[in-house]
């Protein structure tokens, strides 16, 4: 069996070593560990391999905090100090930006490890004793893992984890559990949503099972059951809303909120410091703005501002969420990104585009749009660095040049990494 020196990390589960010469990609392994591997994977410019011994553990390793990992699929790298999870992010951040010669790459700050995610999406099986189980999907798999002593999910969230396992158990409600899609679970301030998707209609006595939930389970805020399109169930009653950097939001169950809000707080603060100066003439395109946080952070600066959002219920809630603001210089619209170009959004001066995709990015309909408008300043809030690195070429191949990039950790224990960037033309 190959013994291998792993140097670093990738942008995934995987370490990376070399062997006669050639790269080897081993999950779970940490730079600086010593394994002996067994070979599962042979291409011609790279293999793969498992480690089966270590033979020299790397100082850069540390015992997991959690106990479900690296079972459960929602965390890569628990295996690593959290310091090291940095330097490694940061490690190919720089790698991938080289050819754009970024002015500054700033160091990653440290955010909370622990208990900072907001939202869980829940999976439910049987296990072999005919337990239902909540949990996550091991990584690359449809197996679920229970979460129960997950340490990244806030104690809100947990306790929703630890009510509905309880639901679930009961025994007229167990064989409904395997008609369960997911169960979506989001605490934003003293808003609790959960949302049921079922596969196939509930019948009347189940539904009753989650009107009495819903009143015995007095942090949420909302209940709602659906299955596709079609709403069987909504339960409301009355919290104080959400509130975030000195103000009150508006987010709906459906709409896209950050879900770690110390890192959102780090980012917005960020990005309204990029736009520092006098107000600038002409107008601020906000592109993907979800409930128009940032349209909102930044409108001040401009003569006018426009967020396009393609999802119907976050445009709603950014049009709520605009009480009180300059209502006649913000227009939201709900629309596809790709639609906007040659048409009265684009048309005049645009002094500034601000754009945060979904992890796909930019389609090239939107980066062709782009080129042609040509904002004076462009930034871009990304939550991958692979579609990012590409639409920042081709932003550069438009005459611009990246200035300032800032990542951020938003969600330790794992590989992702958020990018803040700006662009001038
Ligand atoms: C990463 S989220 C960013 C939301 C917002 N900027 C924020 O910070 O909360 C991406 C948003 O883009 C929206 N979206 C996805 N594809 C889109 C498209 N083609 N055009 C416009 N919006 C789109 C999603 O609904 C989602 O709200």
């Excluded at 002996?36 to 480690?51: A, H, L, S, V």
């Excluded at 079922?198 to 942090?219: C, L, M, W």
């Excluded at 703005?289 to 709603?316: K, P, R, W, Y």
Aim: charged share 20%; proline share 6%.
């Amino acid at each position: 069996m190959p013994t291998v020196n792993l140097e670093k990390m990738t942008y995934g589960i995987d370490a990376l070593g070399h062997i006669d010469g050639k790269v080897v990609f081993v999950p779970y392994g940490v730079p600086q560990d010593q394994a002996e591997i067994e070979i599962t994977e042979t291409k011609t410019d790279y293999m793969r391999g498992e480690i089966r011994s270590i033979t020299a553990s790397s100082p850069l390793r540390q015992k997991s905090p959690c106990p479900n990992f690296p079972a459960c699929g929602g965390c890569h790298w628990l295996h690593m100090k959290s310091e090291t999870q940095r330097r490694e992010k940061e490690g190919y951040l720089h790698y991938l930006l080289t050819p754009l010669s970024p002015r500054n790459v700033y160091p990653i700050e440290p955010l909370s490890a622990e208990r900072y995610r907001n939202k869980m999406e829940l999976k439910i099986a049987l296990d072999a004793n005919g337990k239902v189980i909540l949990g996550n999907y091991k990584f690359h798999s449809h197996d679920v893992v229970d979460i129960t002593g997950c340490i990244v999910q806030c104690p809100e969230n947990m306790k929703m984890h630890a009510a509905f396992s309880r639901l679930l158990n009961e025994d007229a409600l167990r064989e409904h559990a395997t008609n369960i899609e997911s169960i979506g679970v989001r605490t934003l301030g003293a808003q609790q949503h959960a949302l049921i998707s079922v596969k196939t209609p509930p019948g009347e006595e189940i539904v009753n099972h989650y009107r009495d939930f819903f009143q015995a389970q007095e942090s949420l805020s909302r209940l709602e059951l659906s299955a596709g399109d079609t709403s069987f169930l909504t339960l409301m009653r009355d919290k104080p809303p959400f509130e975030f950097i000195r103000r009150s939001w508006t987010v709906s169950p459906r709409s896209f909120f950050q879900n770690n809000l110390e890192g959102a707080e780090a980012i917005y603060y960020t990005l309204q410091s990029l736009y520092d100066g006098p107000p600038q003439k002409g107008k601020f395109i906000d592109l993907y703005c979800g409930v128009g946080i940032q349209t909102m952070m930044l409108e001040h600066m401009f003569e006018e501002a426009v967020g396009v959002e393609s999802n119907m219920d976050s445009c709603n809630d950014a049009i709520r969420n605009q009480r009180g603001k300059r209502q006649q210089q913000i227009h939201f619209f709900a629309r596809k990104a790709e639609s906007i170009f040659g048409t009265q959004i684009t048309r005049g001066t645009l002094s500034a585009l601000h754009m945060n995709p979904p992890r796909t990015g930019a389609s090239q309909r939107v980066i062709r749009g782009l080129a042609g408008v040509k904002p004076r300043m462009i930034t871009y809030l990304s939550c991958n660095p692979m579609t990012f690195r590409r639409d920042a070429m081709a932003i550069s191949n438009m005459g611009y040049h990246l200035n300032e990039v800032y990542a951020f950790d938003l969600f330790p224990g794992t590989f992702h990494l958020e990018i803040l960037a700006s662009f001038t033309r």
